[in-house]
């Protein structure tokens, strides 16, 4: 079975500094790995994702995640954090297909705190 | 492109009622999911079709949740009776290909009392 860790609650970080969101996972297989960001109200937007290739990987609105395979970890970063990024982040996994399906698992959330 | 379209977006009733929950994914994606999001949690798959056809509902509690995609398009997610623990947020995905990552609605935010 597939599963993803986010071991922080909440991450506080002030405005202008680097931030990190922890992802850690397990599967069977080579990862596919995914960062979504929830706003309140609102459904989840994809951020960034992993496949293959290089180790970092650059998505959306500045953010960049490094895979690292001996850690079975997919860290979420951006070197300078805005108030904007105040949000809900979830990684999510998944393996090669298992009958077809492809389903991602997600995380339980980490809320990024931005602060002025 | 216009996104995946979720309706209602709130809906409050009692338990053991019944209620419906409705999506449009987005033109020519093939796959869809029901994620059941708890507060404080992160989205649990409910059920995943591949145009009408049903791939995996093995964690939709079958005895009140149901869901249908008819014609390969919209889909409707259906509670009855509701319970106290079902309020939470009901959010539909769709996906183009297989790789792709997946594009969420607003969501249904359900309250049960």
């Known amino acids: 079975a597939q599963s993803v860790a986010q071991p922080e609650d909440q991450v506080n970080v002030a405005e202008g500094n680097p931030l990190t969101v922890k992802c850690t996972y397990s599967v069977s297989g080579n990862p596919y790995l995914f960062w979504y960001v929830q706003y309140p109200n609102r459904g989840l937007q994809f951020l960034l994702k992993?496949?293959?290739?290089?180790?970092l990987v650059k998505g959306s609105y500045g953010f960049e995640a490094e895979f690292n395979k001996s850690q079975t970890s997919f860290h979420l970063k951006k070197p300078s954090a805005l108030v904007s990024d105040s949000a809900l982040y979830f990684c999510a996994v998944r393996g090669p297909a298992s009958g077809g399906s492809y389903i991602p698992t997600f995380g339980r959330g980490t809320s990024l705190i931005v602060h002025p | 492109e216009a996104g995946v379209a979720q309706s209602p977006r709130y809906k409050i009733i009692e338990k053991r009622q019944s209620v419906a929950f409705w999506c449009n994914p987005i033109?020519?994606?093939?796959?869809l999911y029901w994620y059941q999001q708890i507060l404080g949690q992160g989205p649990k798959l409910l059920i995943q079709?591949?145009?009408?056809?049903?791939?995996?509902d093995s964690q939709l509690p079958k005895d009140r949740f149901s869901a249908e995609r008819l014609k390969g398009v919209d889909s409707t997610l259906k509670i009855q009776p509701a319970k106290l623990e079902d309020s939470a947020v009901y959010l539909c995905a769709s996906r183009p290909l297989v790789n792709s990552p997946l594009h969420f609605g607003n969501g249904t935010r359900l309250t049960v009392t």
């Open positions: 033109s020519g994606h093939a796959t």
């Open positions: 079709f591949q145009n009408n056809g049903v791939v995996d």
């Open positions: 992993y496949i293959t290739g290089d180790n």
